[in-house]
Every structure is written in C-alpha cells, then in structure tokens.
C-alpha cells in the first residue's frame, strides 16, 4: 500500500502573458493500491469539498505525489 497527495492546479496568465499553475486544492490519499485509486478518491473528495459535480470546474489539471514515509 502506498499514499499520495494529489494537488489540483488551475493554469492561469500572469500579466507578462506567461501560464503558471496556481493550487486550488490539496487532498491527500493514504494506504491505497494504486495512483489511479488516488486519483479517483481525490477527485471525488474535491468535488464534495467544492460541491461541484466535476473536478474540472475548479481545476485544468491534478498532479499525483507518492509520499514516502
């Protein structure tokens, strides 16, 4: 078993044009099988967090961290 954080980004433009990738969100996954079974429980975690139906509509993108211990 492993666990994750898995961070979700939203891509925005600084005023120079240039995209960076500002955290909306942390949520972190212990003790799962997979970073695909991270993936999923963050998401939904984050959707009942934001209550929203879909990660996307607060965040472009998440990023899955294995945590060493």
């Known amino acids: 078993m492993a666990s ?3 961070n979700f980004y939203r891509v925005l433009l600084s005023s120079d044009g240039h ?3 500002c955290l909306q969100g942390q949520i ?3 003790e799962v099988e997979s970073s695909t079974e ?3 429980i963050a998401s939904k975690r ?3 967090l934001h209550r929203i139906p879909d990660w996307k509509i607060h965040a ?3 990023e899955i961290v294995a ?3």
């Open 19 to 21: 995209q960076f990738r």
């Open 38 to 40: 991270a993936a999923e």
């Open 4 to 6: 994750y954080c898995v």
């Open 28 to 30: 972190d996954v212990p």
């Open 67 to 69: 945590k060493f211990q």
């Open 46 to 48: 984050f959707e009942a």
């Open 60 to 62: 472009d993108a998440r």
